[in-house]
């Protein structure tokens, strides 16, 4: 087993952090990394330094050439080679043990990820290609293996052939693509079986057992299947397939439930069978590269957090759009629609993260109260501050695009919205009086997703004849594109080149793909590695789910009881009129809308 020093060359999971701690100042202290133990599974160098800075909060320590290294004051007692060789080593223990390796450098351990579902949409687009993106990193475990698991009828061959269709490296030519797909693809088995079938668990279970070959399990479920048989699975997989001697873990998709009811009553279902730490509730927004980045943004770089309150900022407004409708998914979005299916998980989400105090640390419960306490401190959100469409047929250039009730899925004179807009409002010291505006919708002109932070105007503006009199065309705006084109831009006003004075609106532009070459994971990789590795920040706990629903729940039931006729928008176009109105009710511009973006 090769040594950790000697593992240094070897491929990072998550690489591409590490690069940015290079040395910057003469207080190095450096250490030879040879006390530690031999290499525990799966586990390479840069991934430790990864796991360690992540874990210790230091990023002034990072590992270099063989090498502890430490920024940071060595008059501090926590950066003395004594301090840093305890540290590192405790920290490394720990992190090995939880992806299943033993610290003594023996491979005790495994991992079984059984996806429930196999046979689907989600399975088949998202979270097989994105366990082979972890596997050609080298993040998955030595020991793994992985279950496909659904009723239809399959062979290992077939679900491989199924698999293979769909698995890509990211960047095309990436070396021995083909090979690390042909050793994915063994590691991939399948088991047909009914959702609610302890019997068939247990077979499934008999077959983990052979793979997992004495190994201590862990065992990871993801429920890739409609949320009416959730429960039966959980039953089930926890019943006759857990673990016995290591962790059992449950990812679920969403929707969790449709309204505070049945989103406790899944919880409540849920909790027969798991612990809460044992639920994954995903939200794969979390996973997205620049939601993550947003706490970067704002708490280690000191212009923004001064900035990031009433005081300064006049709205915040969330968008999400796509350019397709619900072709295929017709069935299950017809019981949802645009609000629960966008805007009370994805959006929020976002919301909670923007808006959130500082939390204590970045460890996962730390993070998770803070954003609890912002959905907590909501104001109900008010049916006068929505407005509800739904697209419908077009004719453009010869082609015909069909309406959201023409799918067959759809009942006739379905007024399920495809489009939303909101207004939402957070009750604190921090943010009274801010328009939170939210904007989704299917079947719109473009695919986009970003935060639009428009900051208020600058008082006795000296600029004001060299600007025009539109006061709201000269404030700053920071835009964070979190697709496509993944960019944070912020506009300014600049002195246009020349001998006179007038100023234009120009960007200080951020644009990811210019600035980094390595291209950004899919957000399902990132959530499938937290949860294997037991890192929780990323999911939703229950009390934040309650209030989400909370919020969004009597306001659902308000338009269904009202029957709400929402405002037809043409398919491909920029949705209804009225969000302009809303806008226009609290003083707020869509950002998104205007010639220059
Ligand atoms: N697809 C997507 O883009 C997204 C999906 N999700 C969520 O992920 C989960 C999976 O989505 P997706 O793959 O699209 O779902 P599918 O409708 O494709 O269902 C997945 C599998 O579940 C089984 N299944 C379907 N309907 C039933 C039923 N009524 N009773 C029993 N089994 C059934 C089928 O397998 P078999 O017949 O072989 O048993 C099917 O292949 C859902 O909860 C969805 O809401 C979330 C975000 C995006
Ligand atoms: O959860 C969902 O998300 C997708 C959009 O995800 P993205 O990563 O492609 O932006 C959306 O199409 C779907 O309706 C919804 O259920």
Known sequence: MASLSSSVTSRSCRSGYPASFSPVNSNRLSRSLSFLPASPQGLNFNELCVRFQRKSGRASVFMQDGAIVSNSNPTDGKSSLKGLKEEVLSVISE???????????????????????????????????????????????????IYGYSRSKMTDAELRNMVSKTLTCRIDKRVNCGEKMEEFLKRCFYHSGQYDSQEHFAVLDKKLKEHEAGRI?????????????????????????????????????????????????LTKSFKQYLEEDQIFRIDHYLGKELVENLSVLRFSNLIFEPLWSRQYIR??????????????????????????????????????????????????????????KVLRSMRPIQVDDVVVGQYKSQTKGGVTYPGYTDDKTVPKGSLTPTFAAAALFID??????????????????????????????????????????????TTNELVIRVQPDEAIYLKINNKVPGLGMRLDRSNLNLLYSARYSKEIPDAYERLLLDAIEGERRLFIRSDELDAAWSLFTPLLKELEEKKRIPEYYPYGSRGPVGAHYLAAKHNVRWGDVSLEQ
């Not at 939880?98 to 196999?118: C, E, L, P, R, Y």
């Not at 046979?119 to 998955?140: H, M, Q, R, T, V």
């Not at 919301?351 to 998770?368: G, H, K, N, Q, Y």
């Open 95 to 145: 992190e090995a043990a939880k992806v299943g390796a033993g610290s003594d450098g023996q491979s005790q351990s495994t991992v079984s990820i059984t996806v429930v579902g196999a046979s689907g949409d989600l399975a088949k687009k998202k979270i097989f290609p994105a366990l082979f993106a972890l596997y050609y990193e080298g993040c998955l475990p030595e020991h793994f293996t």
């Open 217 to 265: 399990s862990n065992r990871l479920f993801y429920l890739s299947i409609p949320p009416n048989i959730f429960v039966d699975a959980v039953k089930c997989a926890s019943s006759s397939a857990s673990s016995a001697n290591g962790w059992t873990r449950v990812i679920v998709e969403k929707p969790f439930g449709r309204d505070s009811e049945s989103s406790a009553a």
């Open 315 to 372: 709205n915040v407004q969330l968008i999400f759009s796509e350019d397709f409708g619900t072709e295929g998914r017709g069935g299950y979005f017809d019981n949802y629609g645009i609000i629960r299916d966008i805007m009370q998980n994805h959006l929020l989400q976002i919301l909670a993260l923007f808006a959130m105090e500082t939390p204590v640390s970045l460890d996962a419960e730390d993070i998770r109260n803070e954003k609890v």
């Open 428 to 473: 604190n010291a921090r943010w009274d009086g801010v328009p939170f505006l939210m904007k989704a919708g299917k079947a719109l002109h473009t695919r986009r997703a970003e935060i639009r932070v428009q900051f208020r105007h600058v008082p006795g503006n000296l600029y004001n004849r060299s600007t025009g009199c539109d006061l709201d065309k």
